[in-house]
């Protein structure tokens, strides 16, 4: 596995291997990889002859006062665990080539990330897109892949795809999880071992609302109010749980379609996002 910094170079690899008729897969990450990671690679290795991680700390997609600097980081470890899976590139630009002295250029969806996420963070999907697009435009890939867990940040990313017409494959990976069925995540370290255990109230609460669907319940705020109840007894902080339309991610009162049942929620300083798409 090769370590990449520069985009240019970067660039110049990806070009190589399309004129030898290579297909590019890539896993844009922020590192700190878990085993959510690694699903995203082999299921990059599947579908792609080369795979490109990328690791980098978006800046742009935190908003002031949110955890940029304590974000966790440990560059060898992830490298260690990209070369064992058969990742071929790791690709790490700095924030300074990725947004050069000046920089004023922006990508910005303006339907999918106004809800949910788009609404508690000021900011957040601009800084998303924005990063995905540049990275799109680094590494060139023909397939990209995504996770579950971030569902809203998935959609948004395949409506600028299609949008901007990025010859690029999403595939949207299913979300990975512990053993006890919290979500893997890279803010998941933030947990104590008290808040860790109270957090899998946000995996109960889905399991009671999905099964509430399966057995009949096709109104949104009653399932809603399911896993609102589990995160409030076990101490979290709801910072939403919400019904979508999958597609469109508008508000639904009645479940006639397939549906985002999306939560975010708090324990400590880890906030933690999961979902079910209810079918």
Same mark, same amino acid.
């Given at each position: ?52 991680? #990328? ?38 630009? !700095? ?8 920089? #004023? !250029? ?23 897109? !924005? ?47 512990? !053993? ?11 947990? #104590? ?87």
């Amino acid at each position: 596995m090769k370590r990449l910094d520069a985009i240019p170079q970067m660039q110049a690899t990806a070009r190589q291997w399309h004129r030898e008729g290579l297909r590019i897969g890539l896993v844009p990450t922020m590192g700190y990889l878990h085993d959510g990671h690694v699903s995203l690679i082999r299921a990059a290795l599947e579908r792609s002859d080369r795979v490109i991680v #990328s690791l980098f700390v978006n800046p742009t997609q935190f908003a002031p006062g949110e955890d940029l600097a304590s974000y966790p980081r440990d560059l060898e470890r992830d490298a260690r665990l990209c070369e064992a899976e058969g990742a071929h590139i790791l690709f790490c630009p !700095t924030a300074d080539d990725m947004y050069p002295p000046g920089y #004023s !250029t922006w990508v910005v969806e303006e339907k999918l990330g106004r809800h949910l996420c788009g609404a508690r963070r000021e900011g957040h999907f601009r800084g998303v897109t !924005t990063v995905v697009a540049k990275l799109f435009n680094a590494c060139l890939p023909d397939l990209a892949v995504f996770g579950q867990k971030d569902a809203q940040q998935a959609r948004v990313i395949q409506r600028m795809s299609r949008d901007l017409n990025f010859p690029i494959e999403i595939l949207v990976a299913p979300i990975i999880r512990e !053993t006890d069925g919290l979500a893997m995540s890279s803010r998941n370290i933030y947990l #104590s071992s008290d808040e860790r255990i109270r957090a899998l109230a946000i995996n109960r609460g889905l399991d009671q609302a999905e099964a509430a669907f399966r057995a009949g319940e096709r109104h949104a705020e009653a399932l809603c109010r399911i896993v609102r109840e589990q995160i409030v007894e076990a101490g979290g902080i709801v910072d939403y749980v919400e019904c979508r339309d999958h597609e469109s991610l508008e508000t639904i009162d009645f479940i006639d379609r397939e549906s985002l049942l999306a939560v975010a929620a708090r324990f400590g300083k880890a906030r933690l996002l999961d979902n079910r798409i209810l079918r």
